[in-house]
């Protein structure tokens, strides 16, 4: 291994002292593969067993926290009927030796109601997607907002139970969290929206909902997560100056990541083209050491996570679509095989991936994706 590989693989501890063995992560990637009524099927066992292991930790696919916010075939951790279930799959991702931390979801208004079970899908207001044939969602009222922040410490309850090392909340990629969070998709003006300061307050909530259940039921060191998308491009969006903002805001709770959702992880602005320094430096440089920062985005090869920790500043690493088609990738790292890597998946040659049929067919509909060839 290359010496200057070896920061890599130098254990971190969070604040909560849970420790994993070095700084990859699995990115959380939905596999489209869990039961229609939410259970996590054989396939997804199958799919994280041969993932797990080489990362410190393993961020799951989303889990949604109430019905009327699923994808069609996300797992499900919405009553207690679902912990056996989801006890499997933290078995099976903690007996490889990598830490298990379920992310947590709310879709929002990003699933249409044929996914929904013919529910209208729901948000902060009635305030389409900009998307092609997006539906209208409800505006939710103050008492379901109430509920659905009580739903995720419920959830987090659950994740305890199950045996989940963590959860992570899922505050990124446009979902019921960041919907709040928009300029764009909240215009309420009550309580929960209106201002910046104000829609604020329901992340803020989510958050304090979930770090009180950890301190209530959890009987061992639980790491608590928060991923969001630092800009949205829609008119008006999320600025980056919005999300230091909320940063600030959340880093007094008792969190142990931040998870900074990019495409690129050395990547600028989205909305002002004449600031060329990387978003994640301005966020590092923000937070700075009080909270961990987890980068992700288009990270292929080693040399790339090195370049990461050095420009960025920052300690921790995700690895996302890299992990579907090398799942050997932090191993083939650590023992010098690099050059084995694979960066291409073989349409006729996949089998010993162990990627379920329904996330095949998923990554398959959205080109560019993956590269398959
Ligand atoms: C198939 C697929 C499913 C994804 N599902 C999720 C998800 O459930 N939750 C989430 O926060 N991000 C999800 N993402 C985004 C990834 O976590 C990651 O941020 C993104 O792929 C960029 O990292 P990469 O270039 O290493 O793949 C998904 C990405 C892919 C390719």
Redesign the pocket.
């Known amino acids: 291994m290359k010496d200057n590989y070896a920061k890599l693989f130098e254990p971190f501890t969070f604040n909560s002292g849970a420790k994993i063995e070095n700084r990859f992560l699995m ?6 593969s869990s039961f229609e009524n939410g259970m996590i099927t054989t396939d997804e066992l199958m799919y994280y067993k041969r993932r797990s292991g080489g990362v410190g930790a393993v ?4 889990a949604h926290v109430r019905e009327d916010g699923k ?1 069609k075939s ?1 797992p499900s951790i919405s009553d207690d009927k679902f912990i056996p279930s989801l006890a499997k799959l933290a078995t099976e991702i903690k007996e490889t030796g990598s830490q298990a931390i379920l ?1 947590i ?1 709310h879709v929002g208004r990003m699933e249409p109601s044929s996914g929904l079970r013919g529910l209208q899908p729901v948000s902060a207001s009635a305030i389409p997607a900009e998307r092609p044939n997006a539906e209208v969602p409800r505006a939710l009222e103050s008492s379901e907002v109430e509920d659905i922040i009580k739903q995720f410490g419920e959830a987090t309850r659950r994740a305890i139970k199950a045996g989940f090392d963590g959860v ?1 909340i ?1 505050g ?2 446009t ?1 019921l969290i960041q919907q709040f969070f928009s300029p764009h998709s909240n215009q309420r003006d009550d309580y929960w929206g209106g201002t910046l300061k104000k829609r604020m307050n329901f992340p803020i909530e989510v958050v304090r909902s979930v770090t009180d259940a950890v301190k209530k039921y959890a009987d061992r060191p639980f790491i608590t997560g928060y ?1 969001l998308s630092p800009e949205e491009l829609e008119e008006p969006g999320i600025t980056l100056q919005d999300t230091l903002s909320l940063l600030k805001e959340l880093k007094v709770y008792p969190l142990d990541y931040f ?1 900074i ?5 050395f990547q600028s602005s989205l909305r002002n083209n004449e600031n060329e320094d990387p978003v994640l430096k301005m966020i590092q440089d923000e937070v700075g050491d009080d909270i961990p920062i987890i980068g ?5 090869t080693p040399d790339d996570a090195v370049a990461a920790m050095d420009e960025l500043g920052i300690p921790l690493i ?7 088609i090398e799942p050997d990738w932090v191993e083939k790292v650590s023992s010098g095989n690099i050059e084995t890597i694979h960066k291409v998946i073989e349409e006729n040659n996949y089998e010993n991936l162990a990627i379920p049929d329904a ?1 095949w067919e ?2 398959k509909e ?1 080109p560019g ?2 590269p398959i060839v």
Do not use: D, K
Not at 27 to 32: D, F, G, Q, S, V
Not at 318 to 324: K, P, S, T
């Open positions: 990115a959380p990637m939905t596999t489209a961020i799951t696919a989303c994808f996300s992310q979801f992570e899922h990124a990629n979902y991923r998870h959702s990019l495409g690129n992880i992700v985005g288009n990270i292929i995700a690895l996302g679509r890299e992990l579907i996330m998923y990554v959205r994706w993956l």
